[in-house]
């Protein structure tokens, strides 16, 4: 394959084509909204800044500079859609309740199928399968008998039947804005600058309003009947979890990630049984959104400061390190929630009131909070732990004082 050295740059004037659909996002219909064109096999036809897959776009890069990927494959999309049906909700027709998604980015050879007939490129942006669970702790829940095999939700084996749904994301740039509290301009040009100017049309191309950010996406894992989600009547219980992968998937045990989120999916796996539903929304934020070497750094500056990790000092040294302690805005976070049409949660598994906060004012009430058991916390994350319900976290217990927390202290670094 030999490709011109040479690259037309997209903000240019010329660039703006007839074939190029009008996104009215939060229109009533899937065909009046408009499909988001981010594909690359027609650039004429494009709608939208930036391109398919979130972060794993640079990888299509590498393989297409090596050759092994031909620049004008068009997915084939045959058997590709959705074993149940999800939506339309009230929300998918609602500029403001999702902007950091497309809802129908979601079957879009259903959706779109006019627009497929006219030589479109176009990308779901959803997707949704089935699968089964096996989880080490989750047999044990059913050992003890905190869980039932009743071949609905847990076989046989103990495994779990889920149904799981991927999301890309898709940013609405005047409804993140707006979410944000920032002018639209301005986000946009500190998009550009602060990416090493990665889409040049964040600043030349005004009129083009959705983008594919370059970033990690959200799997969501339902427990039950996927319709159950948007009916307020039926039980629901929802842990929002943010990426953790070092007690996630290794077990670390500075924090407790992987314990509050396997005992989310026993109490989601359970609420399902009693006849509720269940759903467990994970988000690639890894370390607060601040990314692994950061957190790592962190781990390294709490131990080795002055009187050993602790939970008095637990938010400053994240800032200290990162420039900030959190970057995860939670603010985007319910979009997930409104693509199922959830509008009531009965039991939420957060202690975090960014989290609790940003649902609420999502429109979504909610009933119970659940903090994680004690018995669950590993004693090196007692510094976390302690350090959060201090600053205001959910919790049923008393909170610390200045002193007490200063006594709340992780193992050293040569442990
Ligand atoms: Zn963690």
Redesign the pocket.
Known sequence: MKRSSHVILTSHNSQVYKDSLPIKWGAATALERGPVIGSLTDTTKRNAIGTHSGSYTVYRALSIAQGRYATNHKPDLHNTESPVKIGPHASWFDAKKMVSIDPWGFDVPIHFQKYFADGYDVRPTVAVTQAHLQIPEIYEAVDQGRLKIDGKIINENKDIKITKVAFEPVWYLPGIAERLGVDEGELRKILFQETGGMFPELVTRPDLKVMLPPIGNTTVYIFGNPQDLAKPDVELTCRVHDE?N??DVFGSD????RPYLIYGIEDAARTAQRGGVGIIAYYRKEGRALGEVTKFLVYNARKRQAGGDSAATYFHRTECVAGVEDARFQELMPDILHFFGITKIHNLHSMSNMKYDAIVKSGIEVVNRISIPENLIPPDAQVEIEAKKAKGYFNPGAKKTEAELAAVKGRPIDE
């Open positions: 953790c070092g007690s500075i924090c407790t990630c």
